[in-house]
């Protein structure tokens, strides 16, 4: 019999969640967080004293309200920490003026350029963000302020959304489909849209061909990685560059960008997922100082 | 600062560019634009200063193909009113 892909999530990546158990946390002077509601996934991140103490990362659910909070509580499971001992929380991301307990909401594309030069350091100067409905493209200085950013009206047409109805798809899990895609002998023509609906048929189509799962995705990461280039050559990449969001993980997509444009990403050192949070994170601890030196 | 929205149409991608460094927060534009694209509002890629620059608003970022499109120079078109508008040339078009 046929296997059932309804009844399994493919599109279904890790949620997780991590603590520094060396940081003592009591011992801090400002504890700052940062919560990035994306369309696709949410994060928190807790640094104390501009060192990264807790994150963790799940799927945003219906309610943006809801999602800040399911994430700010598994981020501080196990921490003993509460809401209360937290000095400044900036909400970022599609939801960010519906995190509850956020003082303030800054823009992604600013907690991306700032959590990145965090995550990769001071010689980061050009920031790929491929997020779960969207993508920027982001030119930054050497202390992580953006210089120039590229945005487009586009909806999930290469981003991480349309990644996971591939994986469903195919039947292939969201944490495999980059690796397989990369198992083609030589590349297949790029599907011609990277239009979720549209490439899902012409998808759809291939296979009946009798296209192999392969080359399907091999198809469709590099129509994706083509589309994300145009962005980045119109904005101008200069090393180094790195890729943020889910994408970042996917390795079918991010070596056929770096293939095409010449230039490596640089390795991730943390989740890319969490690097809008981050920023924020940074950015609530650099203004609960500016607010406590006015006082 | 250089911030580029774009959008894509049957005819191309296009950019509109807000050279944010040169934006006095004069407001002309936001005036000046028939369809509300614009405002003025605190830099919101550099949320430490309390300078204020032109963007385009949030409502608009995902649909300037519909609202920007009808003043997308073509034949006996006039020239763009943001772009007239503004005094300090903060405003292009890849167009």
């Known amino acids: 019999m046929a296997e059932d892909t309804n009844s399994k999530e493919y599109w279904r990546w890790t949620e997780s969640n991590w603590r520094d158990p060396d940081i003592d946390w009591k011992a801090g002077e400002i504890i700052s967080v940062g919560i990035d509601v994306g369309s696709v996934s949410s994060q928190a991140v807790i640094l104390v004293d501009g060192k990264l103490y807790a994150y963790s990362n799940m799927r945003t659910g219906s309610d943006s309200p809801k999602s800040a909070e399911n994430a700010m509580d598994w981020a501080l499971e196990g921490t003993g920490m509460t809401q209360d001992d937290i000095h400044y929380v900036v909400g970022t991301g599609y939801g960010r003026v519906n995190v509850p307990f956020a003082k303030r909401a800054i823009t992604e594309i600013a907690c991306h350029a700032r959590g990145a030069n965090f995550m990769y350091g001071p010689t980061i100067k050009t920031v790929l963000d491929m997020g779960g409905q969207d993508c920027k493209a982001i030119r930054v200085d050497q202390k992580g302020k953006v210089v120039a950013f590229l945005m487009n009206d586009k909806c999930a047409a290469g981003t991480g959304r349309g990644m996971e109805v591939f994986a469903n798809l195919l039947g292939i899990h969201i944490t495999e489909v980059g690796e397989m895609s990369l198992r083609v002998e030589e590349e297949p023509p790029m599907v011609s849209s990277t239009c979720v609906v549209f490439a899902k048929s012409e998808a759809s189509g291939l296979l009946r061909e009798g296209w192999p799962k392969e080359k399907v995705l091999a198809a469709y990461c590099l129509a994706m990685a083509h589309r994300v280039v145009d962005l980045l050559e119109r904005l101008g990449v200069e090393e180094d560059f790195a890729i943020t969001g889910g994408i970042g993980k996917n390795v079918g997509v991010v070596s056929r960008i770096e293939k095409e444009l010449g230039i490596k990403a640089l390795k991730p050192t943390l989740d890319t997922q969490i690097a809008g949070a981050l920023g924020g994170a940074l950015f609530a601890r650099a203004l609960e100082q500016k607010g406590r030196k006015s006082k | ?95």
């Open chain 2, 1 to 95: 600062m250089k911030a580029n929205y774009g959008y894509k149409d049957g005819s191309g991608e296009f950019f509109i560019t807000l050279d944010t460094d040169r934006c006095t927060a004069c407001g002309d534009c936001v005036e000046a634009c028939p369809y509300g694209v614009l405002e003025v509002v605190d830099d919101p890629v550099d949320p430490l200063s309390d300078v204020q620059v032109a963007v385009v608003t949030e409502a608009e970022r995902k649909k300037i193909k519909y609202t920007c499109g009808p003043c997308k120079p073509v034949v006996d078109r006039p020239p763009l009113p943001c772009m007239t508008a503004c005094p300090e040339d903060v405003i292009a078009h890849s167009w």
